[in-house]
């Protein structure tokens, strides 16, 4: 199993820039796919980032060029960086693990953009 802990919502302005960490239970040096996926009111989660065990990395088209997923296995943590936010990028944003054929899910963290 893992437990996934997500950090670093919060309120911006549109332009402005935040940082999501997802904290792991265990060794993340053996999940293959880990990223963030995000759920807006009334619409379907979806994909953000994603990040496998090699480095590459997979973006929604939305978030390319503004938006950065990396991991860091030493200390079991995926972060998004997130620049150039805009009102459209706010919603629920969760982390997500691929491991064993198994997804797991963080409890999600709100980031929203308004002046």
């Known amino acids: 199993q893992v437990q996934l802990v997500e950090s670093g919502g919060g309120l911006v302005q549109p332009g402005g820039s935040l940082r999501l960490s997802c904290a792991a239970s265990?060794?993340?040096?053996?999940?293959?796919?880990m990223g963030w996926y995000r759920q807006a009111p009334g619409k379907q989660r979806e994909l953000v980032a994603t990040?496998?065990?090699?480095?590459?990395?997979n973006y929604a088209d939305t978030v390319k060029g503004r938006f950065t997923v990396s991991r860091d296995n030493a200390n079991r943590t995926v972060s998004l960086q997130m620049n150039i936010l805009k009102p459209e990028d706010t919603a629920v944003y969760y982390c997500?693990?691929?491991?064993?054929?198994?997804?797991?899910w963080g409890q999600g963290t709100q980031v929203t953009v308004s002046s």
């Open positions: 990040i496998a065990r090699s480095g590459s990395t």
């Open positions: 997500n693990a691929l491991y064993g054929g198994i997804g797991y």
């Open positions: 265990r060794t993340i040096f053996s999940i293959n796919t």
